[in-house]
């Protein structure tokens, strides 16, 4: 079975740029996460769908970041204007059922802004 | 807001020894999650607990979760070099639907 899918694996970019992130989530999860990791912030939960609709973006650092999932196999993450402190590496997730259900966490997008 | 936290954040140990990381969280848990991330890799689940005093092992992993639900641990007996990597634990933020994730222990294995 296929896991949860995100690309681009890697994206180096000029700060200013926009950047987009993508997901597929594992088919029949009905929740997403966008996670990202750095060394000094550790582990950060950014946004999180039920159903398709954005539950908490509390988590998103500011109005550059914005995230949609338009349908329940597909959600992007986007940066507008990118600037180097975004760098980390960006993890998607979904599980069967939010909070109280197992994450499956997808390889990551490794995001370098110069 | 919820905050969770681990210790120790860093463990060396040479092959053989056992390893123990500890989890507490400020505020009551519905349920705790444990993950591992190897190094360059993503969280993988580990285990989940939900009952008050539950005890779940996996092989030479045992997993704890607190009579009050604010702590949990998890102990590995006779480290192997696989061991490697950071283990999380996580939980739902005021038995609410947003997850909230430890700062991690990251375990070192001396070959």
């Known amino acids: 079975d296929a896991g949860v899918i995100q690309s681009p694996r890697h994206e180096v970019t000029e700060m200013g740029q926009e950047v987009t992130l993508r997901c597929k989530p594992i088919s029949g999860h009905n929740s997403l996460f966008w996670y990202r990791q750095t060394m000094m912030r550790g582990l950060e939960l950014l946004i999180y769908f039920n159903n398709n609709v954005p539950i908490d973006d509390s988590g998103m650092p500011e109005d550059r970041f914005s995230a949609k999932m338009p349908n329940a196999s597909f959600s992007t993450l986007k940066i507008q204007p990118s600037e180097p402190r975004d760098s980390a590496v960006y993890f998607c997730?979904?599980?069967?059922?939010?909070?109280?259900?197992?994450?499956?966490f997808g390889d990551g997008t490794r995001l370098s802004i110069l | 807001g919820q905050q969770v936290m681990q210790i120790p954040q860093y463990q060396h140990v040479q092959e053989g020894e056992d390893f123990t990381t500890y989890c507490n969280s400020s505020?009551?848990?519905?349920?705790i999650q444990w993950y591992k991330q190897r190094p360059g890799g993503h969280p993988v689940f580990l285990i989940q607990l939900v009952k008050s005093g539950e005890v779940k092992k996996q092989k030479r992993l045992t997993f704890q979760f607190g009579e009050a639900k604010k702590n949990s641990s998890l102990h590995i007996t006779a480290t192997q070099t696989t061991d490697v990597g950071t283990y999380f634990c996580a939980g739902p933020e005021n038995y609410g639907q947003n997850f909230v994730f430890g700062p991690g222990t990251r375990l070192s294995v001396l070959p």
């Open positions: 997730a979904s599980s069967p059922g939010g909070g109280s259900q197992p994450q499956h």
């Open positions: 505020t009551t848990l519905s349920n």
